[in-house]
């Protein structure tokens, strides 16, 4: 029996001294981002400085999402907002400049949904102006800006704007781009005067109020 107490202290020595293995945890799983779709719709692609407008999309998949609708032009800007549950979202923005616009929405990617960006829409905010044609009884003279006004020539006089400046003008529905080729008018109250051939284009009646881009 003397010989057999010691084996049985160490043995319980050791024992007690034995620390168990730390248990593996299992690596943690992160959910896959899923590429994600953006659309785009503007209530309207004709605006009025100072008017406003709709910016209207949908997330896929659906659920509450960052995104920022970016404009590009001559009033920049960039704004963010979040989707419903469902994905959509709308914001209401207003030109405070004239010109041409771009504009697109970018999904922000989180843990759900890779960043996406919706395909690109235009839209351009226009001024009213006076405006009135010449061209009869001038053909051959020298233009301002270079060149002599002929039948065909496309183009406006402008008092202001730098010589070959487009400007996009609208009237009724129909819509042309010419350059500035010439200064004038010089009757008070008006902005533009409209080479014949761009009366003609625009169909527009000699004197009266279009809307312009510049």
């Not at 084996?7 to 896959?32: I, N, Y």
């Not at 060149?147 to 496309?154: A, E, H, K």
């Amino acid at each position: 029996m003397r010989y057999l107490l010691p084996t049985v202290a160490v043995a319980s020595a050791l024992f007690a001294g034995a620390v168990p293995a730390t248990a593996k945890q299992p690596p943690r799983h992160h959910p896959e981002r899923v590429k994600s779709h953006v659309s785009l719709h503007l209530s309207r692609h004709i605006v009025l400085s100072g008017q406003g407008l709709v910016v209207r999309g949908r997330v896929r998949p659906g659920g509450a999402h960052r995104v920022k609708v970016v404009f590009r032009g001559p009033h920049g800007a960039a704004i963010g907002t979040a989707t419903n549950r469902n994905g959509a979202f709308a914001l209401g923005w207003s030109p405070d400049r004239i010109g041409a616009y771009k504009v697109r929405v970018y999904g922000i990617h989180d843990q759900l949904i890779a960043g996406s960006a919706s395909v690109p829409r235009h839209l351009t905010a226009y001024r009213q102006a006076a405006a009135s044609y010449y061209g009869p009884g001038l053909y051959g003279g020298a233009l301002a800006c270079g060149g002599t006004l002929q039948p065909g020539t496309l183009g406006v006089a402008n008092k202001t704007l730098p010589c070959g400046t487009r400007v996009k003008l609208l009237y009724h529905g129909r819509s042309v781009m010419v350059p500035v080729v010439d200064r004038g008018p010089y009757v008070a109250g008006r902005d533009f005067d409209l080479t014949e051939a761009t009366k003609a284009r625009l169909g527009f009646p000699g004197l009266g109020v279009l809307l312009s881009s510049k």
